[in-house]
C-alpha cells in the first residue's frame, strides 16, 4: 500500500504537468511512498509530437503511471477513471498547474492525524505568494452569479462569500474548497464513489466537498502552502462559461435551489 495516491488529469498541457511531478519529486521526503497516476484526457494519437515528448520525460520519474483514456471524459470522470486501482491511506486530486515548493505532503499527513478530519485543504498561492481565494461558503445562487459577474458591486457579500474574514493562521472547517489540490482519507474518497461524473466540468468539487462534509470534515491546513497558477478558462471563454453555467444549474438541481 502506498503512503499517497495522486491524480493529475491531463488536457494537452503537458508542460505544466512535467513543472508539478518534478515539484512532487524534489519536494516529497523520500520517506513516503507515493504514486502519481496522469490520466489523458488529451485526445491525441501516439504519434502526435507533444505526447511523445511528454511520455519521454515522464519515465524519468519512477512513480508515475500514465494512463491515456482515449477521449475527453471529463476532469470528475477522469479522476474516477482509476479509482478501483486506488491503493493507498491518502489521495491526492492535483491540477496540472501546481507546483511543490517544499515538503506539503508529510505536513498533510501528519495533519490527518486527527481522524476527525477526511479531507484536508492546504493554503494556496499565486506565484507571487498572494493567498487565493478559493476556499468559499455554502452554494447559493447569488453568491455565485455575484462572483463570476459582478463581485466589485457586492464587496462585502464576496468577501464572506469567499471567507475572507476568518484567520488563516488557524484551522478550520471549509464547505467548499476548490478542488485545485485536495487531500483525502483514500478509503473515505471510495466510499463515496469519488466524483460525480455527472459534472463534465466544473461545480463537481463543490459536489464532492459537500458530500465529505456530509461524511466527515473538509479543514484548511494552514502549515504548508502550494503555488496555482489558476487560469480561471470560464472567466474568459464563452464556451466554458457555457459549461460553468451548465454545471451550476446541475449543482442547484441535485442539492436545491439555495437562492441566498
Not at 481522524?115 to 455554502?138: A, F, H, S, W
Not at 488563516?168 to 483514500?186: C, D, E, N, W
Not at 463537481?204 to 459537500?210: I, P, W
Not at 461524511?215 to 480561471?232: D, G, M, N, R
Amino acid at each position: 500500500m502506498y503512503d499517497v495516491t495522486i491524480n493529475i488529469v491531463a488536457y494537452k498541457n503537458y508542460d505544466d504537468i512535467i513543472v508539478a511531478i518534478d515539484s512532487l519529486d524534489k519536494y516529497t521526503s523520500s520517506s513516503i511512498k507515493k504514486k502519481l497516476y496522469v490520466i489523458d484526457n488529451s485526445e491525441l494519437n501516439d504519434s502526435d509530437p507533444s505526447k511523445i515528448d511528454f511520455m519521454n520525460k515522464i519515465n524519468d520519474y519512477g512513480f508515475v503511471e500514465y494512463i491515456d483514456t482515449k477521449k475527453n471524459l471529463g476532469f470528475g470522470k477522469g479522476h474516477n477513471y482509476n479509482i478501483d486501482k486506488l491503493d493507498s491511506r491518502y489521495h491526492i486530486i492535483m491540477n496540472p498547474d501546481i507546483i511543490l515548493t517544499e515538503d506539503s505532503l508529510s505536513v498533510l499527513i501528519d495533519f490527518m492525524s486527527d481522524k476527525r478530519i477526511g479531507m484536508c485543504v492546504p493554503k494556496l498561492v499565486d506565484t507571487e505568494g498572494n493567498m487565493q481565494l478559493v476556499y468559499r461558503r455554502e452554494l447559493t445562487v447569488f453568491d455565485l452569479f455575484v462572483r463570476m459577474f459582478c463581485k466589485n458591486m457586492f464587496e462585502k457579500r464576496y468577501k464572506y462569500h469567499t471567507m475572507q474574514n476568518r484567520d488563516y493562521s488557524k484551522p478550520f472547517i471549509v464547505p467548499f474548497a476548490q478542488g485545485s489540490f485536495l487531500f483525502v482519507r483514500t478509503q473515505l474518497y471510495k466510499q463515496i464513489g469519488g466524483f460525480d461524473d455527472r459534472f463534465f466540468m466544473y461545480m463537481e468539487d463543490a459536489d464532492l466537498c459537500k458530500r465529505i462534509n456530509n461524511e466527515s470534515k473538509l479543514v484548511y491546513c494552514p502549515y504548508t502552502s502550494v503555488i496555482h497558477k489558476w487560469e480561471k478558462g470560464s472567466h474568459k471563454n464563452i464556451k466554458l462559461l457555457k459549461i460553468h453555467i451548465q454545471s451550476m444549474i446541475s449543482y442547484f438541481n441535485k442539492w436545491g435551489w439555495k437562492l441566498s
